[in-house]
T-cell receptor
Framework: GENVEQHPSTLSVQEGDSAVIKCTYS??????FPWYKQELGKGPQLIID?????GEKKDQRIAVTLNKTAKHFSLHITETQPEDSAVYFC???????????????FGQGTTLQVKP | NAGVTQTPKFRILKIGQSMTLQCAQD?????MYWYRQDPGMGLKLIYY???????DKGEVPNGYNVSRSTTEDFPLRLELAAPSQTSVYFC????????????FGSGTRLTVV
């Protein structure tokens, strides 16, 4: 089955710097890659996602890149702010039309600390 | 619109006891999921459902059971609780398997002693 590896497990940056979190997946059939942000005591929340027919997607200070050949995808956060401090999870899924189950396989998570 | 509601938020169980974690959504989502979150391990899928009356196992189903009698509710049952089931449990839903991500509940923190 699918396996998703995420690195680093912890990341500390200064406010205003950029942060990059990387994930690799094992199943070449995976075609949907979301990223979730989890604040303390809350459930994860979707922040951005990308499908395999796209190489890059941006939403304000957040961007995700996908390299299908190498089977890895990354989250980029620019101009980090203290409120970006949280745990970030990557995930992978195989979407197959009407038989799709929507199951997500998650990475291990990255704790991001943004120092003021 | 409450989204995904999980109850209870916290629970301490003794070894061998049973309990049901409740999950309800009011978004008319067909797909629902149960994950457990352990430190450094990410989220692992326990069970999922693609519609009322349909359930299937995920990655770590042993020791758990689910039912889906209505679209809104997806309870998770723990029989004979064990210390290995100490974890934070999250319920999630999505409109369809091809929809754009999950809506998660706020979680249930379970400790088995």
């Amino acid at each position: 089955g699918e396996n998703v590896e995420q690195h680093p497990s912890t990341l500390s940056v200064q406010e205003g710097d950029s942060a990059v979190i990387k994930c690799t997946y094992s199943d070449s059939a995976s075609n949907y890659f979301p990223w979730y942000k989890q604040e303390l005591g809350k459930g994860p929340q979707l922040i951005i996602d990308i499908r395999s027919n796209v190489g890059e997607k941006k939403d304000q200070r957040i961007a995700v890149t996908l390299n299908k050949t190498a089977k890895h995808f990354s989250l980029h956060i620019t101009e980090t702010q203290p409120e970006d401090s949280a745990v970030y999870f990557c995930a992978a899924s195989i979407h197959k039309g009407s038989s799709n189950t929507g199951k997500l396989i998650f990475g291990q998570g990255t704790t991001l600390q943004v120092k003021p | 619109n409450a989204g995904v509601t999980q109850t209870p938020k916290f629970r301490i169980l003794k070894i061998g006891q049973s309990m049901t974690l409740q999950c309800a959504q009011d978004m008319n989502h067909n797909y629902m999921y149960w994950y457990r979150q352990d430190p450094g391990m990410g989220l692992k899928l326990i069970y999922y459902s693609v519609g009322a009356g349909i359930t299937d196992k995920g990655e770590v189903p042993n020791g758990y059971n689910v039912s889906r009698s209505t679209t809104e509710d997806f309870p998770l049952r723990l029989e004979l609780a064990a210390p290995s089931q100490t974890s934070v449990y999250f319920c999630a839903s999505s409109y369809s398997g091809t929809s754009y991500g999950y809506t998660f509940g706020s979680g249930t923190r379970l400790t088995v002693v």
